[in-house]
């Protein structure tokens, strides 16, 4: 009797060991390969490593921007200034003459990114629901024009300008995004196409059975029901156009009215032309670049802080990430 009892308390406790060693093999590996606490710290890992290359040249712009000249040549103060100075952000407001600049800046940005939504949304209707002729041809256009570096096409476009007397306008750069083009007009194109690709035919039956026409249809159907491809548009072309300066460059580079991408990419030029002079002091030199950087990115920072839910809800029902 007593041989048999401590043989079943022998098989407990073996059973109870394995049961313990399974749990904590279960623990660390996890039942699936996604679910174990070793894989979750290799992903956090990851996940902070690829957080801390990003951040870490953001927040040396905010922080030497902040430092006062004692805290610049203090080689102690690296990352946590002894006060806030803000006069390095003042001297790059006047060198970007900011509000002048921010104006242009917001009536480009936002002009084209509501002309690429109205032109592209039409062509990208066109392409995905009409009969039009020769529909793939066009389509492998637009493929065509996505891929070939702006630089290609930049000569016959000045050569166009300056026989209709724009060069030098602000025209000249919202001009193309009525006709789709533009910053990466030809990619809101197939943005459009794609949403429109996705949305049953049987809409479109209905419209007919009850006589509306196909501008009708777009305009009181397909363009409201289009939202998410709409937002994803706005925000992208908004973004690119703000910060592009090849364009500006090209076709504003003598004149006086310049976006802030475009002031930006000489802030550098009159700084060291004040250090040759002995205007300023060579250290002071770097936190008013951070400080001109950050008045740069402030206002898409901003939008894109506001947006950031509708504008992933958007790439998700547009199909981009597909």
Known sequence: MKVELARRVKLKQKFTTKRGLRQVKYTILGREMNQGLIFKLVLYGIFIVTSYVYMNPILKMLVKMVMS???????????IP????????????????????LSISVLIAISTAVLHCISCGLAGYALARLDVPFKKTILFLVFLAFIIPPQVVILPTIMVYTKLGLNGHLLTLILPSIFG???????FVIIFRQFFS??????????????????RFY??????????????VLLFSFVWTWNDTYYP????????????ALK??????????????????????????????????LPPLILYLFAQRYFVESVERTGLVE
């Open 181 to 187: 083009f533009g910053v990466k007009g030809a990619l």
């Open 264 to 297: 930006m990419s000489f802030i550098d030029s009159q700084l060291t032309t004040f250090i040759t002079n002995g205007g300023l002091p060579e250290y002071l030199a770097e936190p008013i670049k951070m400080g001109a950087s950050f008045l740069v990115i």
């Open 198 to 215: 996705t949305q049953p035919k049987a809409l479109e039956e209905a419209a007919r059975i009850d006589g509306a026409s196909a501008l």
């Open 219 to 232: 305009v009181r159907v397909m363009f409201p029901l289009a939202r998410p491809a709409i937002l994803v």
């Open 69 to 79: 000249a004692k805290d610049l040549i203090d080689p102690t103060v690296t990352w």
């Open 82 to 101: 002894s006060s806030v100075y803000l006069g390095h952000v003042v001297e790059a407001w006047k060198l970007l003459d900011y509000p002048k600049s």
């Open 249 to 260: 460059r090209m076709f504003l580079g003598s004149s006086g009215d310049m976006p802030l």
